[in-house]
């Protein structure tokens, strides 16, 4: 065979393997640790785009997130993951950063670290931006001098606590009724929130079998501060993941008008005393019953007994009527205008339940209930 020819096959055999695993869709040569590498060392924001997954999707996010300039500290080292190093490359990898040191809450000196989440795509691997930053669509500080009422997603790190506060304290039975989470942030730093989520529902039931290893977890959980809740406590409105990668293309979006009334069906049928903080007072009308005259005819002081009265009263009526708020299903928003959306849930019976819930800026409040009989 002629050395040339016989060269060049030689080399094929060689390479082929090669541009199988590394070489065929447009993957790259590049490591996880040298993608990473290369983010990090990019000069300005709109650089990071060529290495991120979806940059499409995340350039306004980022625009948004690096507007101050706040680009992490030059790091010090890039620790390989052991995935990335075998000679099957994995879908996901996980690369360590150290920037250093910083300091802890006793004062202490700890290690500064973020670990780098990264997809392999036909171009290679990508850095999903949204999860190894833990982005959110607000920062924590702002949240809390907000609080608004409308639920919104948050990737958070969280953990089982026995803080019981504000509306969910102890002695309003906030232990037997909830757990209470521990919330903190990308880096680790407790946000000084603590959420607070149903025992009895599934999503509450899913958490608990997530965090009763008593270990801090990854999650995206929809949250929403009580209405005119003074305290740093918010409700748990949704259970979306313990994962801050957003992949499950089953996860419906549930309007948050939806999620809001049935909140306040629950608080209600259980006699909470934060239910009253989820209705419109002023506007309320229960069951063909116009509240508003007869509430606004009460001095001050009136109006909070017979606020309070109103909740035990509803809860105990329920309950001797037999009422299952588990038998209320297929929740559903049914209408829209403007400021005012119409939520139905249906009956085990031939009757659905109609909740009307107003938004004013970023808060809601339920402004009627009423239970009709289907056609």
């Given at each position: ?37 290369k ?11 060529a ?6 999707k ?5 625009s ?8 992490p ?7 390989s993951d ?12 996980e690369v ?75 002695d ?5 009724k ?14 000084g ?7 009895g ?38 259970f ?7 992949e ?8 948050d ?17 934060a ?32 606020r ?5 009263t ?6 001797r009527?037999?009422?299952n708020?588990n ?8 209408s ?7 939520v ?7 009757y659905y ?23």
């Open positions: 065979m002629d050395k040339i020819l016989y060269r060049a096959l030689v080399t094929a055999i060689f390479f082929l393997p090669l541009c199988f695993f590394g070489c065929s869709k447009g993957i790259t040569s590049d490591s996880p640790e040298a993608i990473v590498r983010y990090l060392n990019a000069p300005a924001w709109e650089d990071r785009l290495f991120v997954r979806y940059p499409e995340v350039k306004p996010l980022m948004e997130h690096y507007k101050d300039g706040k680009f500290a030059t790091f010090v080292s890039i620790e052991p995935q990335s190093s075998s000679t099957q490359m994995a879908e996901w990898v360590k950063v150290v920037f250093g040191n910083k300091t802890g809450f006793l004062g202490q000196q700890i290690e500064d670290t973020r670990d780098y989440l990264l997809q392999l795509t036909k171009d290679g691997y990508k850095i999903d931006w949204e999860a190894s930053v833990g982005y959110n669509s607000i920062e924590w500080k702002a949240y809390l001098a907000q609080r608004p009422t409308k639920m919104i997603k948050f990737r958070l790190i969280g953990e089982l606590s026995d803080y019981f506060n504000y509306e969910f304290r102890a309003l039975e906030g232990r037997k909830y757990y209470s989470i521990k919330l903190s942030d990308a880096d680790g730093t407790d946000v929130i603590h959420a607070y989520i149903f025992r529902t599934e999503e509450g039931k899913k958490i608990f079998e997530l965090l009763k290893d008593g270990e801090p977890h990854y999650m995206i959980l929809g949250l929403r501060f009580l209405p005119n809740s003074d305290g740093d406590v918010v409700l748990v409105s949704r979306y993941q313990n994962s801050w990668i957003e499950d293309t089953s996860i419906v979006e549930i309007p008008e939806v999620l809001f009334a049935r909140e306040a069906l629950i608080f209600l049928s259980s006699g909470e005393p239910s009253e903080k989820y209705l419109d007072w002023e506007n309320l009308k229960v069951l063909d019953m116009n509240i508003r005259p007869i509430y606004n005819s009460y001095s001050e002081w009136e109006q909070y007994s017979f309070k009265s109103f909740v035990e509803f809860a105990t009526s329920f309950r009527k037999g009422g708020i038998a209320l299903n297929n929740w559903r928003l049914d829209e205008n403007g400021g005012t959306s119409i139905v849930a249906d009956f085990e019976s031939p339940l109609r909740v009307v819930v107003s938004t004013f800026g970023e808060n809601l409040q339920v402004r009627e209930i009423s239970v009709i009989k289907k056609k």
